[in-house]
């Protein structure tokens, strides 16, 4: 290994910036900096504008959510009302569309563009089931749930997501089916308590098939009682819960990409030439 990393790049470069800027004489200069750390500078930077727009999002969503309680509470449960079921099914369709856009947000960081713009439209139009066949692709084709950067959580066969995201996908798009054959989505009956309730149940499914693509991210990225908690707010909190989650990424990660099988070994041939560099420069030093 040191054979491979004794001709780094990265080394060599940050040599030839302290032998073309010494530090004067009798004075300790300061310690140059590294790219890594102008890298996370600017990565920091570069996140903060969808980090706003998600919290935007999370933000608007959650104040549709109140003034629906309000209107029609959600307790107790009135199926058979017209204008109860139609508002709790704009909300949970509205709660869709806003968790949709933080798995969107992971499949464009991951994908190239005109892939991403693709699965991204599948999501949005057709729902949960390609959420799913997303994952699915991904880790079969040699991705992780993990971040590429900084995650702590579990690690398990490739074979359960792929398991897991097909059985989710295959019983939400029969679920899906049967609404759709049962009570036609068009012509869009808001006065009909039966027509609103079961797509108001069959768009809490797509909510929560959905979820689960970001749920298994978050125990692949984060350490237990991280992950616990930021399960339960994708659970019980929705689209804002996951808006929070996607920011908190943002902020301490960066980009949303997904990682593959050898992203580690990745990882670590780039930090390990600074982390010698430091250690010999405080050899050096003492």
């Known amino acids: 290994s040191h054979c491979i990393f004794r001709g780094s790049p990265w080394r ?5 910036r302290r032998l073309r800027h010494p530090a004067p004489e009798g004075r300790a200069g300061p310690a140059p900096a590294t790219s890594g750390s102008v890298d996370s500078r600017k990565m920091g930077a570069d996140q903060t504008a969808p980090a706003v727009l998600y919290g935007i999002l999370g933000v608007a969503f959650a104040a549709f959510f109140v003034s ?7 307790v107790p449960f009135q199926p058979t009302n017209a204008d109860w079921a139609s508002r709790w099914l704009l909300t949970a369709v509205l709660d869709y569309y806003t968790l949709a856009a933080c798995v969107c947000g992971v499949i464009f960081a991951t994908e190239k563009p005109a892939a991403a713009t693709l699965w991204c439209l599948a999501v949005l139009l057709l729902g949960a089931p390609f959420a799913c066949a997303w994952a699915v692709a991904h880790v079969y084709n040699g991705g992780t749930m993990a971040f590429a950067r900084g995650s702590k959580g579990m690690r398990c066969s490739s074979s359960l997501p792929i398991v897991f995201y097909s059985l989710a996908g295959v ?3 029969a679920r899906l089916g049967w609404t759709v054959y049962s009570y036609p989505l068009f012509p869009i009956k808001p006065e009909d308590a039966d ?5 108001l149940l069959t768009t809490l499914g797509d909510y929560y098939v959905a979820s689960a693509v970001l749920v298994g991210v978050t125990l692949a990225s984060e350490e237990c009682v991280p992950a616990l908690l930021w399960t339960a707010a ?3 909190l929705g689209g804002p819960g996951s808006c ?16 593959s099988q050898g992203s580690i070994f990745t990882e670590v041939a780039i930090e390990l030439p600074y982390a010698v560099d430091e250690a010999k420069r405080g050899c050096c030093c003492g």
């Open 195 to 199: 027509w609103s309730f079961e797509w």
């Open 234 to 236: 994708h659970l019980l």
């Open 68 to 74: 629906t309680q309000v209107a029609q509470p959600l």
């Open 171 to 173: 019983c939400f798009a």
């Open 12 to 16: 060599n470069r940050s040599a030839t």
């Open 244 to 259: 929070a989650y996607v920011i908190a990424s943002l902020l301490s990660r960066g980009p949303l990409r997904l990682g």
